[in-house]
């Protein structure tokens, strides 16, 4: 039991680690020098705010008892009656409330007031994501995803990845279009940073995965079931997460050679993002096959996915809504094509003789957490722009929100000049957008 402990400290400190640092250095990157702070500073305030948060009503309302969409709020405030040998599995559920809320800030580069942010982060967490994990982790009876829809989902694809795109895409739609775009060319000013983001993050995830056993049985009364359940599913889990990413690069840069020329490095980490949402709801409910075709389906659907905006309108910087959306769809609906009786579900999927009930039962977890998601975002963000607005001005927004918003700029290219200033800023032609249009055939960016 001890070395359960021991795996569940690891666990969490990964899940951290995904957001602080990989998090704000994957999209740090993909930032233009004028931005790449503010990019950063979001996901550090996102761990901040939403912490604490967490601990003071979120761990109540998602894991304090019955309720259909959440728990009472002040059954566990401020860990009221959970004893510290338990604070372990509230600072894991923690790290899960922060990573959704800061996959969001991508989506929005260069152009959502830091003030907005700071009130969005506590009010989005208490109304939506906090509800949205008792409904999909808590899993009593009465819980409504897993509880009476019963759909499966082993560690996030609908409470974090659908739930973050969905609020991503309706602030990008609130906000409207960055100045300038899609004309100007916003191409990821450091893809370095980028590329050692994605790599942080693929580990991370590891902890995000792998830690989200859930025992049928204590360690006190039967050691010996704890612990074939422990090795049997950690290894499923971490095989699946592992396999699914692989085929999601493979996917990625063959639609992305088919449909620009070039297999990018940009590619090759986007690609490794859209395997790991892919697998997350599945990975202890598939086998090996199910991952490598979740993994392969996702990496080319999401590659396909990330030019729409181009064709619809919506200016998703990053595409949060391209990758963690469309990829938590495709992983969670395939869930019910894929899964076998003998993973964490018990449940046999389409391809197991198992009919459409599991598939349907997926769907209807997508469509709740859509619907619940796009919902009570929209009122949240329209309450913000109608208040203290959502957007940074004009002029500040060309400037750069490096110096409107924190009086600094990354980068001091200055020469012979002492710390503390705040420079000038790298080329305009730098860029925040993930990807330019599909007129560009430069940088080997998709459209």
Not at 58 to 69: A, E, K, L, N
Not at 206 to 219: M, Q, R
Not at 406 to 424: C, R, V
Request: glycine share 14%; net charge negative.
């Amino acid at each position: 039991m001890d070395g359960y402990y021991a795996f569940m400290l690891v666990a969490t400190a990964f899940v951290l680690m995904m957001t602080v640092p990989a998090l704000a250095l994957f999209y740090g990157g993909m930032s233009r020098s004028k931005s790449v702070l503010n990019m950063m500073m979001m996901s550090f305030v996102a761990a901040a705010v939403v912490g604490i948060l967490y601990v003071a009503v979120g761990w109540s309302m998602g894991f304090g008892g019955d309720g259909t969409f959440f728990a009472n709020p002040f059954e566990l405030l401020w860990l009221d009656g959970v004893t510290t040998d338990n604070y372990i599995y509230v600072m894991f559920q923690m790290t899960f409330a922060i990573i959704t809320a800061a996959l969001i800030s991508g989506a929005v580069a260069d152009r959502l007031k830091f003030s907005a942010w700071l009130v969005f982060l506590p009010l989005w967490a208490v109304i939506v994501y906090f509800p949205m994990a008792h409904m999909v982790f808590s899993c009593t009876d009465d819980s409504l995803i897993c509880g009476r829809i019963g759909a499966q989902d082993y560690a996030g694809g609908t409470a974090v990845h659908i739930n973050a795109g969905v609020a991503a895409l309706v602030l990008v739609l609130l906000l409207g279009k960055r100045i300038g775009w899609p004309k100007d060319q916003m191409r990821p000013h450091n893809l370095t940073l980028t590329m050692l983001g994605a790599g942080m993050l693929w580990l991370g995830w590891y902890g995000f995965n792998v830690g989200s056993i859930v025992f049928g049985t204590t360690f006190d009364e039967d050691p010996d079931a704890f612990l074939a359940q422990f090795y049997s599913e950690t290894g499923r889990t971490f095989a699946n997460t592992t396999l699914a990413t692989f085929a999601a690069i493979l996917g990625w840069l063959l639609i992305e050679r088919l449909l620009h020329g070039k297999a990018t490095s940009l590619g090759a980490a986007s690609g490794i993002v859209a395997g790991l949402v892919a697998i997350t709801p599945a990975a202890g409910a598939v086998d090996i096959e199910g991952a490598v075709a979740i993994g392969l389906v996702a990496g080319a659907v999401c590659a396909w996915a990330v030019g729409l905006k181009y064709k619809l309108g919506y200016d998703d910087s990053l595409d949060v809504v391209g990758v963690h959306l469309v990829g938590g769809v495709v992983g969670t609906v395939l869930i019910g094509v894929f899964s076998t009786a003998d993973g964490a579900g018990g449940v046999d999927g389409l391809l197991h003789g198992g009919g459409f009930g599991s598939l349907g039962d997926q769907v209807l977890g997508v469509l709740v957490a859509v619907a619940y998601s796009g919902v009570l975002t929209t009122v949240i963000a329209l309450a913000i722009k109608y208040t203290i607005g959502l957007r940074l001005d004009p002029e500040d927004e060309v400037n750069g929100i490096d110096l409107a918003e924190h009086g600094e700029s990354a980068y001091d290219l200055h020469s012979g000049t002492s710390g503390g200033g705040t420079g000038i800023l790298a080329s305009s032609t730098a860029s925040s957008s993930a990807r330019p249009s599909a007129a560009s055939s430069t940088e080997g960016a998709n459209a």
